[in-house]
């Protein structure tokens, strides 16, 4: 059972560079999507693809932040200048519909 | 704007203590209410959907209901493998986002042997 794949599980950067995750989504799924989740915290929506096209953005997700999803398949999230805000958990979900989202085991930031 | 309280933020339990956690919604047009479980460092681990008022699902030790206002999440003789966080999220069926979960901030449940 291929679930969802994050990579990496964790990075820990310098603040002002620049870092990129990326998803692979289960591999019959077409939707996509991308949740933070800081300490205590529920997981907040970041961004979602229906298969390639990007067709919502979070207002959380500032002009730093960056997602692609190229021929729909595995997507990657780039964030620029990174800031220690930007310290979180990034959680990739993946789904065939909007009623089952299955995640990843997520990507843990840390910006010294 | 769509809102979900969850209630204890924490709960210890004995082992085959039963008890419940609460999840209050506010959400135009509820179209689906979703239970979660989350281990240390891991991703959320899907557990139920609900759709409409009164519709119950069971897994397990867990059994999930709904109201109009509220989903109880139920755990009858908990192991201390269910120690988790436990996430509610809501997804609205009015508007054009209706594919985002919003979340609440979970219940950390500990099962003591």
């Known amino acids: 059972d291929t679930g969802v794949s994050q990579d990496p599980r964790h990075k820990i950067t310098k603040r002002g560079q620049n870092v990129t995750f990326r998803c692979d989504p289960i591999s019959e799924h077409n939707r996509l999507y991308w949740y933070r989740q800081t300490l205590g915290q529920g997981p907040e929506f970041l961004t979602y693809f229906q298969n390639e096209a990007q067709l919502e953005k979070s207002r959380l997700l500032s002009d730093r932040f960056s997602a692609e999803r190229p021929k729909g398949s595995f997507s990657t999230l780039e964030i620029q200048r990174t800031e220690q805000g930007d310290s979180a958990m990034y959680l990739c979900?993946?789904?065939?519909?909007?009623?089952?989202?299955?995640f990843g085991s997520g990507t843990q930031l840390s910006v010294l | 704007e769509d809102q979900v309280t969850q209630s204890p933020e924490a709960l210890r339990l004995q082992e085959g203590e039963s008890s419940s956690l609460n999840c209050s919604y506010t959400?135009?047009?509820?179209?689906?209410l979703f239970w979660y479980r989350q281990d240390p460092g891991k991703g959320p681990e899907f557990l139920f959907t609900l759709y409409s008022a009164g519709e119950e699902k069971e897994k397990e030790r867990l059994k999930a209901t709904l109201t109009k206002k509220e989903s109880f999440l139920h755990i009858t003789a908990p192991k201390p493998e269910d120690s988790a966080t436990y996430l509610c999220a809501v997804q609205a069926g009015s508007g054009g986002s209706n594919y985002k979960l919003t979340f609440g901030k979970g219940t950390l449940l500990t099962v003591n042997p």
């Open positions: 979900a993946s789904s065939l519909s909007s009623k089952k989202l299955f």
């Open positions: 959400v135009s047009g509820l179209r689906g």
